[in-house]
C-alpha cells in the first residue's frame, strides 16, 4: 500500500509540475485517456482541450508545420465536399464528427511545443490509462463468465443481438487493440525495464490476442520482430545476421504448405473458418459463405449468401471500382458519408441480404478500407492527402527513432486496410491527437538501443 501510495503521489506530482510549464499537457492527457470511454466524456475533454487551446494563445508560440496542416486540409476538403455531394445532409451531419481534424491540429499550432520528454510522459500516461483498461474488461470478463458460464465473454466484442464479448460493440475490438497496441509497445521499448513493466506489456499482449483482431495481432508481432531484430542493444552488432535471419524467416513463412493450402482455401473455398470475422452477426446455420474469388466475379449472389469479412472487403473493393468506372466521382467524390445511397443501391443490384427483423443487412456497411473510403467520398484529392499523412507520419518517425511513434504509423496504415477508421469517432480523436503529437515540436529521441 505505501508504494502504491508513493507512486500515486509521484505521479500527481509529476503532472502537476510539467502542467507548470505547458498548460497543454493535462489537457492532451485527458483527451487522450477519455478516448475508450463513451463519447460524452470524449467530448468534454476535447472541449477542454480546445479551452486551454484559446486561453493559452500567444503570439509568440504560434507556428506553422506542414505535417501538422495536413489534417486541416483534409477536413477542409471535407467541408468543401457538401457543395457536391448527393446526400448533404449526410456529410453535413459528418463534419461535426469529424471536428477534431480541424481542432485538435488548430490547438497544437498555438500551444507551448512539448520537449521531447513531455512527449514520452504523455504516452507513459496513457499506456497506464490502457492497462487499467484492460484490467477492468478482463476482470469484467472473468465476472459474467461466473454468472453466465459462456466463455464468449473472453472474447471480441459484444454482437447486436447479445451483450457478450471481452469489449462493448460499441467500443470495437478492433479499435481497442490499436489503442492497446501502442500501449504495448512503450512498456516492451523502455530502455530500462523493470519486472513490472514486463508484466504489463505480456498483460497487454494478452489482452490483444483475446480482442482477436487477426490483423492487428499479425502487425503487432511483425513489428516485435523489427524492434528484437533492428532497435535493441544486440542488434547493432549482429544486424547483418539478423536481416539474413528475416528473410529466411520470412521466406519459410510464406514457402509453407500448409499456410499457402489455407490461402488457397480461402480464396476458392465457401467456408465460415476465415482468417476474419463474418460481418454480420447472428448468421443462421446452412447458409452459403462466399468466398473470395466469387465474391469478385459473381454475376449475382442470393440473400442465403454470407461474407466473411475478407469476402466482404473484397466485395466492396469490386463495388468501389465499378463506381469510379460508372460515376464522374475520380476527381471529386460523392461527398463525405454520402457514399452509402450508392453502396445500398449495388447490394440490391446484386441481391445481397438486406437485413430482417432481427439482423441489419450488408447494404448498411461502410468500404471498411480508408484508402477506398476517402477516394470514394472525397475523390483523388482526399486519397493523396491520406497518404502524405501516412508517408510523413512514417518519415518522422523514422528520423526521430522513436519506436513507438513508428508502431502507431504502422498499425495505421495497417487498420486502414480493414477499416475506415477515421470515419468513427474514437478513431478520428485518436489518429488526429497522436498525429499532431508525434509530428510537432522537437521529433522525440526514443527507443533507443536497451
Known amino acids: ?29 485527458l483527451l487522450l485517456v477519455t478516448i ?19 486561453l493559452g494563445v500567444k503570439k509568440t ?14 477536413y477542409v476538403l471535407m467541408a468543401v465536399s457538401y457543395f457536391w455531394s448527393i446526400d448533404q445532409p449526410a456529410t453535413l451531419s459528418a463534419l461535426s464528427k469529424e471536428v477534431s481534424l480541424l481542432l485538435i491540429p488548430l490547438a497544437f499550432i498555438v500551444f507551448k511545443d512539448f520537449t521531447p520528454v513531455q512527449k514520452q510522459k504523455i504516452i507513459q500516461y496513457y499506456s497506464y490509462a490502457m492497462v487499467c483498461f484492460a484490467i477492468y474488461f478482463l476482470v469484467r470478463a472473468v465476472i459474467r463468465y461466473f454468472i453466465s458460464g459462456d466463455s464468449r465473454v473472453f472474447f471480441y466484442h459484444g454482437e447486436d443481438y447479445i451483450d457478450f464479448g471481452l469489449v462493448p460493440k460499441l467500443l470495437n475490438a478492433i479499435h481497442v487493440s490499436v489503442f492497446t497496441g501502442v500501449a504495448f509497445f512503450y512498456f516492451l521499448t523502455k530502455s530500462v525495464k523493470t519486472k513490472v513493466d514486463v508484466f504489463l506489456s505480456l498483460l497487454l499482449f494478452g489482452f490483444m490476442v483475446l480482442l482477436s483482431s487477426k490483423n492487428i495481432l499479425l502487425s503487432v508481432v511483425f513489428l516485435i520482430l523489427i524492434y528484437v531484430i533492428f532497435f535493441t542493444k544486440t542488434s547493432y552488432k549482429m544486424r547483418l545476421r539478423n536481416l539474413l535471419i528475416m528473410i529466411t524467416l520470412v521466406g519459410v ?44 466475379s459473381n454475376p449475382k449472389f442470393t440473400p442465403n449468401d454470407y461474407f466473411t469479412g475478407t469476402a466482404f472487403r473484397v466485395y466492396q473493393f469490386r463495388v468501389f471500382c465499378e463506381l469510379v468506372n460508372e460515376e464522374e466521382v475520380f476527381w471529386n467524390g460523392f461527398g463525405l458519408n454520402a457514399s452509402y445511397p450508392k453502396i445500398e443501391e449495388k447490394a440490391k443490384f446484386y441481391n445481397l441480404f438486406l437485413g430482417s427483423n432481427e439482423n441489419e443487412g450488408y447494404q448498411n456497411k461502410n468500404f471498411h478500407n480508408q484508402y477506398v473510403q476517402n477516394f470514394a467520398e472525397l475523390g483523388v484529392f482526399g486519397f493523396l492527402l491520406l497518404l502524405l499523412l501516412l508517408v510523413g507520419n512514417v518519415k518522422n518517425a ?51 538501443p536497451d
Open 36 to 54: 475508450p470511454l463513451s463519447y460524452a466524456i470524449n467530448n468534454i475533454a476535447l472541449g477542454l482541450f480546445v479551452l486551454f487551446a484559446i
Open 253 to 296: 513463412v510464406f514457402s509453407f504448405g500448409k499456410i499457402k493450402n489455407r490461402l488457397q482455401h480461402e480464396f476458392q473455398t465457401n467456408s465460415d473458418k476465415s482468417i476474419s470475422a463474418n460481418v454480420l452477426e447472428g448468421v443462421p446455420a446452412g447458409v452459403h459463405y462466399v468466398s473470395i474469388a466469387e465474391a469478385w
Open 1 to 29: 500500500m505505501v508504494n502504491i501510495y508513493n507512486s500515486s503521489k509521484n505521479a500527481i506530482q509529476s503532472l502537476i509540475k510539467e502542467n507548470k510549464t505547458n498548460t497543454s499537457f493535462i489537457p492532451t492527457i
Open 398 to 448: 523514422l528520423q526521430s527513432k522513436d519506436f513507438v511513434h513508428f508502431a502507431f504509423s504502422f498499425l495505421m496504415i495497417s487498420l486502414f486496410l480493414t477499416e475506415s477508421f477515421l470515419w468513427r469517432q474514437r478513431g478520428v480523436v485518436f489518429f488526429t491527437l497522436l498525429y499532431c503529437l508525434f509530428n510537432s515540436g522537437t521529433l522525440t529521441k526514443g527507443s533507443q
Open 61 to 74: 508560440n504560434i507556428k506553422v508545420r506542414f505535417p501538422i496542416l495536413l489534417p486541416i486540409l483534409l
